[in-house]
């Protein structure tokens, strides 16, 4: 099957610094790529689309200048949260759509920001 | 909002018995998938089923899809203490490109 990987999978912070999470389709090519965020015990939240190439396309509520999605190649995407604070404490899913409109979705990153 | 409603939010039941999770959305859909998630981990695709269809099988896993009610159930069989997860269903709405939308999601704790 399709093996999607994120990296970190977990990572603590300090208030007012960024992190940046990448999520990588080992085995094939996402021509779009969705991030989704989860609260404990919540379901998943759609945060953003990307299309390769081109500017992220963020759900209502999202701040664009807070979470910076780049989508640079068909295998690759990464999650900026910048100036991070605790409430942006939360587990955050990567989710790649292949050519033939199969969703998968990555293991997760865990961010705490202290 | 988009968002599905999954009903109950949690579900105790003893090994062995029968487990039924509801969920009810808003708009039309192309399909409506059944995910699975253990504590901390990521989701598990475990069933699709598209508008067109009423009811499919997976194993322990029986999914039906009422388009007029706008209701999908998922019921999971004979259950075991490794089925213990959150359940959540994903709609694709039909006219808002290829995003899905996830329910609340139903939290399933089987007791030995």
């Known amino acids: 099957g399709a093996v999607v990987s994120q990296h970190p999978s977990r990572v603590i912070c300090k208030s007012g610094t960024s992190v940046k999470i990448e999520c990588r389709s080992l085995?094939?090519?996402?021509?779009?790529m969705f991030w989704y965020r989860q609260f404990p015990k919540k379901s998943l939240m759609l945060m953003a689309t990307?299309?390769?190439?081109?500017?992220?396309?963020?759900e209502q509520g999202v701040e664009k200048d807070k979470f910076l999605i780049n989508h640079a190649s068909l295998t690759l995407s990464t999650l900026t949260v910048t100036s991070a604070h605790p409430e942006d404490s939360s587990f955050y899913i990567c989710?790649?759509?292949?050519?033939?409109?199969?969703?998968?979705f990555g293991p997760g990153t865990r961010l705490l920001v202290l | 909002s988009q968002q599905g409603e999954e009903d109950p939010q949690a579900l105790s039941i003893q090994e062995g018995e029968n487990a039924t999770m509801n969920c009810s959305y808003k708009?039309?859909?192309?399909?409506l998938q059944w995910y699975r998630q253990n504590s901390g981990r990521g989701l598990v695709h475990l069933i699709l089923?598209?508008?067109?269809?009423r009811e499919k099988h997976s194993g322990r896993l029986r999914v039906t899809l009422d388009t007029s009610k706008k209701s999908s159930s998922l019921l999971i069989t004979a259950s075991r203490a490794a089925d213990t997860a959150s359940y959540f269903c994903a709609t694709l709405p039909s006219n808002t490109g290829n995003q899905f939308y996830f329910g609340t999601g139903t939290s399933l704790t089987v007791i030995p």
């Open positions: 708009t039309s859909i192309n399909n």
């Open positions: 989710s790649p759509l292949t050519r033939q409109e199969t969703q998968y």
């Open positions: 089923i598209r508008s067109n269809e």
């Open positions: 990307s299309n390769e190439g081109s500017k992220a396309t963020y």
């Open positions: 085995d094939f090519q996402a021509t779009t």
